[in-house]
């Protein structure tokens, strides 16, 4: 055989073992095609603004089932940052407390409505968001059985734990716990003037919707 067709022999067997190996790229271990890989779908993020409402009770108790309890409900609004697992939040919170009767010295006050600035801190587990919060509320107190109050809201503060869940759509559901305390409390009653240390203790679930 000459060099020339030699050659020519050579040049075609390595094509064949190319192309062979081209084909067999295309064809899976177990005899099948190959499909394209799946991506998983990217982590769910909190970022971003929100509204919602709420409800629940408040109590001066930390068992939600004590009888001196009032309903209340009221509506949030907020913004989330998220920076890996890091969720961190502002939220601004309004509440109607069903006029809550607190004890004070010789009487007894009625709690009427409550603002709250909130700072919030957590821990995102995909859809599930664990988190603490606190911040500034403002209470609004009546007096009550003989017990005068000066009108206006009072300040306090407020610290709580809450998770919360998050669904398709936007939607998510949440419960909280929080602890108020509004001190130095001023009422006249029959028994003379008082300043009391008051305290709440909030069990509340709400929806958000997230934009």
Do not use: C
């Not at 930390?62 to 969720?87: E, R």
């Not at 206006?152 to 407020?158: A, E, R």
């Not at 001023?186 to 003379?192: D, E, I, L, N, R």
């Amino acid at each position: 055989m000459s060099f020339k067709a030699k050659a020519v022999v050579i040049v075609a067997g390595v094509v064949g073992v190319l192309a062979g190996n081209a084909s067999a790229a295309d064809i899976s271990p177990l005899g099948g095609i190959n499909v394209p890989s799946y991506d998983a779908p990217a982590p769910f993020k909190w970022d971003g603004a929100y509204v919602g409402v709420h409800g629940g009770a408040t109590t001066s108790h930390v068992n939600p089932l004590s009888g001196d309890k009032a309903i209340l409900g009221g509506v949030q609004a907020g913004y989330n940052f998220q920076t890996g697992p890091a969720v961190l939040g502002v939220e601004l919170e309004g509440s109607y407390l069903g006029n809550a009767e607190r004890n004070v010295p010789g009487g007894q006050v009625k709690e009427r409505y409550r603002g709250a600035a909130k700072a919030k801190a957590g821990l995102s587990l995909d859809r599930t968001l664990v988190y603490g919060t606190a911040g500034l509320t403002m209470t609004d107190y009546k007096g009550s059985s003989g017990t005068y109050v000066t009108d206006g809201f009072k300040q306090g503060y407020l610290l709580g734990v809450g998770v919360e869940q998050a669904f398709d759509g936007g939607l998510s559901a949440k419960f909280e716990y929080d602890y108020v305390a509004t001190d130095d409390m001023k009422a006249t009653t029959s028994s003379g003037a008082s300043k009391t240390n008051l305290k709440d203790h909030v069990f509340k679930a709400g929806l958000n919707y997230r934009f």
